[in-house]
């Protein structure tokens, strides 16, 4: 199928400029004309060209016919199809920040299964042009695909994550109690062991995924606090993509004039367009404070109760 061929420019006047907001929000969004030509692009491509094992039928006819049997109630439209950014956005594996959109456009796909769950197809199909400052059509290329978990239809409670467009109808099968879950643990060291009044510390902040779904983005907070300055504290966040079994490490060099203080770190799931759920016994492990270097001991006498 070939690609539209349409380019939105911003007006020869604007210029990008690094302030709070991202520089893509300086593009006009596609008008009508041209989000019809970036749908009909996906709706009638091959469902071969997004996965080798399928048919070369339009993805649409495809989806249909693979999805009709098993849906509850047939609406006017079977598949909801829109144009939409791609959805939050951070660059880089282990980004500092995350804006609710990027410099993406993508055509997303929703057909209600039933009451309790949706079935989700992303295509991405535009991407920004920070030199140019236009939207450039791109060959259509599978983001994601997931099932999604509701409740009385609009409510999110879980999803699962499919693979490949061939394998939605086997995953549509599965229970909701075998759908995999994240799981976060963290853990925090630092070197030397014992520091001296006024050394500068290495704190390592270490994020492991022990569950069996990846992460599109967790959401990691750090506070260290030296002992007994406020000015020093060192306060992160942190947004790394985790797969099931990954691990992150973030290194903070932090000055301890007393040669002692405390680190605390948090992880949690970050922006995302999914409902992702943590096993609960997880809990506990992602939420970690530590004491670094020697502390306090309280005098003997607060030790002990008083004889009497």
């Avoid at 993508?106 to 920070?130: P, Q, T, Y």
């Avoid at 409740?151 to 086997?170: G, H, I, K, N, Y």
């Avoid at 020093?232 to 691990?247: F, N």
Wanted: aromatic share 8%.
């Amino acid at each position: 199928m070939a690609v539209a061929a349409f380019v939105l420019s911003a007006a020869p006047s604007v210029i990008a400029q690094e302030t709070g907001a991202p520089w893509w929000n300086s593009l006009p969004y596609p008008g009508e004309q041209a989000r019809a030509a970036l749908l009909q692009n996906v709706v009638g491509m091959a469902a071969s060209s997004l996965d080798p094992r399928l048919p070369p039928i339009p993805l649409d006819a495809w989806l249909f016919v693979t999805l009709a049997p098993r849906v509850e109630i047939m609406r006017p439209r079977f598949v909801e199809w829109r144009v939409e950014f791609c959805g939050a956005y951070a660059r880089g594996a282990n980004a500092l920040r995350v804006w609710s959109t990027g410099p993406e456009l993508c055509v997303k796909g929703v057909v209600e299964i039933s009451s309790e769950k949706n079935v989700h197809v992303v295509v991405l199909v535009a991407e920004a042009d920070r030199g140019t400052l236009v939207w450039r059509p791109t060959s259509p290329s599978l983001r994601e695909v997931y099932v999604e978990r509701v409740e009385e239809r609009f409510t999110r409670l879980d999803s699962l994550d499919v693979p490949a467009l061939s394998d939605l109808t086997d995953l549509l099968q599965l229970p909701f109690d075998r759908w995999p879950k994240l799981e976060f643990e963290t853990q925090i060291a630092w070197n030397p062991p014992m520091p001296l009044p006024g050394d500068i510390v290495r704190v390592s902040i270490l994020v492991r995924n022990t569950g069996k779904r990846a992460a599109d983005r967790a959401w990691v907070n750090v506070l260290i606090g030296p002992c007994c300055n406020n000015s020093l504290e060192v306060r992160r966040d942190w947004y790394p993509y985790l797969a099931a079994g990954q691990s992150v490490v973030a290194d903070f060099d932090v000055a301890m004039p007393e040669g002692r203080g405390w680190a605390h770190v948090d992880v949690s799931l970050g922006p995302s367009a999914k409902r992702v759920r943590e096993t609960p016994e997880s809990t506990d492990k992602r939420r970690l404070t530590v004491p670094i270097g020697e502390q306090p001991r309280l005098p003997s006498s607060v030790d002990q109760p008083p004889r009497r």
